[in-house]
């Protein structure tokens, strides 16, 4: 058990070189985006189509880790693809190139999320797994703000300035290139975890909602809505960049920076304080900042540096703490199989939130699909409240 244990610094560190490499480029995709001549709507297609169908897969790759028995192939498999994915993006001259790349990138995440939780779920007892998750999630967005202040650095470096999105790209290219090398060294330290794939070996693995926990059902349920309001971060920072508050390449990069301080500072201790007082509590308040964060974007928009701060509180009160609840409930055979299906419920409503978000922004106003997203997330906290008990 002591080995194994090495397993939730094992992969927290991957995590963290990997999201160093991810927050190189992440937020600068909805920018480069329109400098390879795509809007709103193009943005929408890309983050939609990519989450969305890299999001199918987490719940079949996890069932497959039940049932071949094992975690890490699967894990190191996926950090490879999406190192693939970031080559791509490298290669783009058009945005259905970035698309390309995108969907390579989230393939991969789809491949081993599941895998990598489960490994990290069984890797410590019952009573620590929310502190594990805290963790990880910790790692992982340290990591994401060391990414982000080296994007911030380079593009820096270069002077690039908004209403020029032309002199962009030969920067964008050089960021993409220096982000393979953390990529990579994430994969090599992941060959160091210690397996703890134990699951059903060779027998069939149920994808039904039949014989779960009738508190596991309503969670899944819940974010299931959630996630038809949860368009993709990238229309924050696309409506960051718009005339009426004109950031630049390099304040939309601190902007995300903001946001990841607070996801970082919070996701620890609140993975601990879930261990002690329960889940749920979290779970709701996390929904209630979502929802707080982008009603205040789409009425006081002048307010994006405060409303990006309360979104990086919610995403560190929630994400660790719903994966630990859902491993708590789920049964040991089907662990990894859940786990996906969370992932996969997260991920899929990302189509049609995007779309929804795309085409709300084009024919309404960029206010509209923060008013929608901030109405979903406040009818998931109300649900969660009345139904999980």
Known sequence: MLKRKANVWITGLTSFFTDISSEMV???????????GGGAVALGFIEGLAESTASILKVFSGAISDRIGKRKPLAISGYSLSALGKFLFYLARSWPVVLAGRVVDRFGKGVRTAPRDALIAESVGK?????AFGLHRAMDTAGAVIGILIAYWLISKFHLHAGEPSLWIPVFKKLLLASLV???????????????????????VRLSFSGLDRRLRWV??????FTLGNSSNQFILLRAAEPDLGFSPQRVILLYLFYNLFYMAVSYPAGRLSDKIGRKPLLILGYLLYSSSYFLIALKPGMIWAAMGIYGLYSGVSEGVMKALVAELAPRERKATLLGLLSTLEGIGLLPASLIAGFLWFSISPSAPFLFGGGAALMAALLFWWKVR
Do not use: H, M
């Open 220 to 225: 899944l349920a819940v974010v299931f809505l």
């Open 127 to 131: 009573k620590k797994r929310g502190g």
């Open 26 to 36: 992440y937020p600068i995709i909805s920018l480069y985006i329109k400098a390879l």
């Open 182 to 204: 953390p990529a990579l060294l994430g994969i090599i330290i992941l060959l160091a975890a210690v397996e703890t794939g134990r699951g059903a070996l060779g027998s069939s």
